[in-house]
């Protein structure tokens, strides 16, 4: 009755994102759960400020740039896919886009009615903790529950 | 290999708890783990200011409403118990203690070398924000993976 039937995986694809799926799928063993594994690609616009004495900021065109990140990490995703030990039960889809990823993850979590968000917490210090910021949003703002996976050990 | 075998449930014996537990014995089932219940008692201090000229605060003694405050939450804790349908492969122990909340929880999970910590999370409009709290705090410094189950929706 309470059991978990859409998950959404958030994976940023790096060498914690197995560990992530892991603990998502022995959530969803048994339980005949949809899991969805979405990376999104962090689009950061370049500011290139011209040199003195027009200061006008320009934006790059990055969208060539863009198209590469999806691609690789496409291939990045296959490859976590293949590495994965799915349960009988247990169907998996995937998709990878690109925009803000707790903006994005939550509108997905939403659009597919998602009943529990999986994804990857880090520590608590310095950068680890920057990092962090798109699980603590995700807790906040969440339509369901959700479940941090320790990526790294406090103590380390 | 990856199920979770030790559950934390810091429950705050509202009315969601069972929502929470049940959450929590969801993830539990079948996978022979032992599920141990805590609640604690938020003591805050209350500070008398006597009236002028006399502005000395002091601290009242509240060691006797503490004790009526465990006594109570235990009856409580007993009553969520009775009310929860376990599974059978489920061990499940409990205690209610005093402190400030996310200090003990934490505490507790480090010594009870807990591998999930399940805990309600609130919405993120004002009050209900500022109860979230611990369950932010928990999500930053939790030794192992943490499951927030919301307890009050977005929308609401």
Chains 1, 2 share one sequence.
Do not use: W
């Not at 990045?76 to 889809?93: F, P, S």
């Not at 690109?98 to 509108?107: D, F, N, Q, T, V």
């Not at 009943?115 to 210090?125: E, Q, T, W």
């Amino acid at each position: 009755m309470n059991a978990y039937k859409q998950i959404l995986v958030a994976v940023d694809l790096s060498g914690d994102s197995q560990r992530v799926c892991r603990q998502a799928l022995e959530v969803a063993n048994g339980n005949g759960a949809s899991i969805f594994l979405l990376h999104v690609v962090e689009i950061i616009y370049q500011v290139s400020v011209a040199s003195e004495p027009m200061f006008y900021p320009a934006f790059e065109d990055i969208s060539q740039n863009e198209e590469e990140l999806i691609k690789l990490s496409k291939a990045k995703m296959a490859d976590l896919i293949r590495g994965l030990q799915t349960g009988e039960n247990v169907r998996i889809e995937s998709d990878v886009i690109s925009g803000i990823p707790k903006a994005e993850i939550l509108r997905i979590a939403e659009e597919k009615q998602t009943d529990l968000i999986v994804c990857g917490s880090h520590g608590r210090s310095g950068f680890e903790l920057l990092l962090g910021s798109t699980a603590n949003a995700i807790l906040h703002h969440a339509p369901c529950d959700v479940l941090a996976v320790r990526t790294k050990k406090n103590t380390e």
